[in-house]
């Protein structure tokens, strides 16, 4: 299993900031992953977040926006850039452990208001 | 595109009853997984149960079960003795690119919410 933390759980921020969200894992995991949960809405992947590479976008997000790191196995970083209203959304990181069987796990999220 | 599909917003059952949940999908693929997960207010995703897509027998975890019928694209999950504590929103998922492993990049429907009533 891998238990996940997310910091900050939430925050109040102004448009036109950036925030950065931090996620740590408690074992090296081989893929980390990013998604967001708009209000009422479902899940939809962000990225895949790389270790020592750029993270890899899925199709309506990109790099400018919502830059990622992961600078080892066990942590990385979302930063949503240039905030708007519409970025308010839980910002979720998840992991993919093991082999042969792997086990996903979900961060508790990241709830993001934007005023 | 590949979609996954959860036609009920909404879903009430009684304590100790059981309740269905559905789910359809749409892939071209042959090898993926399916799985359902809860999220209660708490935010924390949790996951139910999991079924590779070339595995005929459905999976079970103690009071769920799926019934999985590939031909139909549908994935539809059984709770049985409902207890209060299953009161969530309840999403159902895939990994389209599994290819006979998981790699982690789900597909979601748009979640079903499920009230258990004392």
């Known amino acids: 299993s891998a238990v996940i933390s997310q910091k900050p759980s939430r925050d109040i921020c102004q448009r036109g900031t950036s925030l950065t969200i931090q996620c740590q894992v408690d074992?090296?995991?081989?893929?980390m992953f990013w998604y967001r949960q708009q209000p009422g809405q479902s899940l939809t992947l962000i990225a895949t977040a790389n270790q020592g590479s750029e993270a890899t976008y899925e199709s309506g997000f990109v790099i400018d926006k919502f830059p990622i790191s992961r600078p080892n196995l066990t942590f990385s970083t979302l930063t949503v850039s240039n905030m708007s209203p519409e970025d308010s959304s839980i910002y979720l990181c998840?992991?993919?452990?093991?082999?042969?069987?792997?086990?996903?796990?979900f961060g508790p999220g990241t709830r993001l208001t934007v005023t | 595109a590949q979609t996954v599909t959860q036609s009920q917003p909404e879903m009430s059952v009684q304590e100790a009853e059981t309740v269905t949940l559905s789910c359809t999908y749409d892939t071209s693929e042959n090898n993926y997984y399916l799985f359902w997960y809860k999220q209660p207010p708490s935010r924390q995703m949790i996951l139910v149960i999991r079924?590779?897509?070339?595995?005929?027998q459905n999976a079970t975890e103690n009071r769920f079960s799926v019934n999985f019928q590939k031909a139909a694209k549908s994935f539809s999950l059984k709770i049985s003795d409902s207890q209060l504590g299953d009161t969530a929103m309840y999403f159902c998922a895939s990994d389209f690119n599994a290819g006979g492993t998981s790699y982690g990049k789900l597909t979601f429907g748009q979640g079903t919410i499920l009230t258990v009533h004392p």
């Open positions: 074992s090296q995991v081989t893929m």
């Open positions: 079924q590779e897509a070339y595995k005929q």
């Open positions: 998840s992991v993919l452990t093991g082999t042969g069987r792997p086990e996903q796990y």
